[in-house]
């Protein structure tokens, strides 16, 4: 159901992410631009951003656009071909074909990870959106990395509690570098006498006898009687703990399900 959820979630949010217009792109370099003259077909080009911040223009030459706006880079253009007496009140526009500078990482486990461009605002929902979603694999909480003013930090967001909540305080915009990390989704392990011994994905809340369910229950020699879970303490010990079918189960516990003697 919380994947259910989540999924609506997301493509809620593709839906009606927001069409960046041009002026939230900021230039830089690696960015590929078509350059077109208002009335001048033959001044249009298309060209890179050059490591140095610079685009060559036909006529006026190398142009620094690096931290530009896109307006501002077309202000800009235009009053140098004013200037330079090649047109007259010259209307510039530039479309942006190629965004290099300025990219996210989205990792882990969603269905199509990548880097993407910051083609405008971005928030973490909608990049999450933007790479297909959380994964099968995935768990509810995706780690993101952020580097300001020279401090990189961490931090674990609770995506499911968050869209249950319908706060969003959490859903941070993102800036051009971040990463976005979604962790595999906790899991427990289960054998014996059950249908489907393996690893399982382990629920908030999951019971005993819900992780029974998930392998798919019991056998005909089966018994729910006398389980056991091996279970690491805080130290790494290995504990094995006689459990009752309310108890919670915990990451990367291993059920017991015995072989009934009658």
């Known amino acids: 159901m ?9 493509l809620m949010t593709a839906l009606t992410m927001r069409v960046a217009g041009a002026a939230d792109i900021v230039l830089g370099s690696g960015d590929v631009l078509r350059i077109t003259v208002y009335g001048s077909p033959d001044l249009a080009t298309e060209a890179r951003v050059a490591d140095s911040g610079t685009v060559t223009v036909p ?16 202000k800009k253009i235009a009053g140098l071909l004013d200037s330079g007496g090649y047109v007259k009140k010259a209307q510039v526009n530039i479309l942006v074909t190629t965004i290099q500078s300025a990219q996210v990482s989205v990792l882990g ?14 928030s973490l929902m909608e990049a999450l959106a933007q790479a297909g979603g959380i994964g099968p694999e995935g768990g509810d909480t995706v780690t993101l990395i952020r580097t300001r003013d020279g401090k990189t930090t961490s931090e674990s ?11 969003f305080a959490h859903d941070y915009p993102l800036a051009p570098n ?32 819900q992780a029974l369910a998930a392998g798919g229950g019991l056998t005909p020699r089966g018994t729910e009687r006398g389980m056991r879970i ?24 291993v059920v017991y399900v015995k072989e009934s003697l009658f």
Request: hydrophobic letters at 40%; aromatic letters at 4%.
């Open 230 to 253: 091996k279970r690491r303490d805080a130290s790494g010990q290995l504990q094995i703990i006689s459990v009752k079918q309310e108890d919670l189960l915990q990451v990367d516990d």
């Open 59 to 74: 006529l006026v030459g190398q142009v620094p656009v690096a931290g530009l706006s896109v307006p501002a880079a077309e």
């Open 157 to 167: 967001i609770d995506i499911i509690k968050m869209v249950q909540s319908g706060d």
């Open 109 to 122: 486990q969603v269905n199509r990870p990548g880097r993407y461009p910051m083609d405008g605002k971005r």
């Open 178 to 209: 971040d990463v976005v990390y979604v962790e595999r989704a906790p899991r427990f392990y289960i054998y014996g006498e059950v249908q489907r011994p393996g690893p399982a994905r382990l629920e908030r809340g999951m019971t005993v006898v």
């Open 2 to 10: 919380k994947k259910i959820i989540l999924c609506l979630a997301m």
